[in-house]
């Protein structure tokens, strides 16, 4: 079994920046997939960013060019850095390894 345990979340005023650091549990996180979700109120669960194994990124086109997702297999760890935050980015993030594990979510309000 994986445990996901995200943190970093937090309030912060707009055009501000957050990081979110999810670590995981067990020895498969290096070769597996990354990804960070969020859920706003009244609204589906979307994804903002993607890691592969290997590095690759992708982004929704509303985040590109203010997020950043990385890992670091050594520390099992991925990171979302959030930078320019805007209102509409207010939700809770969660975390995802693709064997199909889940984060409990962190929440993001992005408020002045």
């Known amino acids: 079994q994986v445990q996901l345990v995200e943190s970093g979340g937090g309030l912060v005023q707009p055009g501000g920046s957050l990081r979110l650091s999810c670590a995981a549990s067990?020895?498969?996180?290096?070769?597996?997939?990354m990804r960070w979700y969020r859920q706003a109120p009244g609204r589906e669960r979307e994804l903002v960013a993607a890691?592969?194994?290997?590095?690759?990124?992708n982004y929704a086109d509303s985040v590109k060019g203010r997020f950043t997702i990385s890992r670091d297999n050594a520390k099992n760890t991925v990171y979302l850095q959030m930078n320019s935050l805007k209102p509409e980015d207010t939700a809770v993030y969660y975390c995802?390894?693709?064997?199909?594990?889940w984060g409990q979510g962190t929440q993001v309000t992005v408020s002045s």
């Open positions: 995802y390894i693709a064997v199909g594990y």
């Open positions: 067990g020895s498969i996180f290096s070769i597996n997939a």
């Open positions: 890691i592969s194994s290997g590095g690759t990124t």
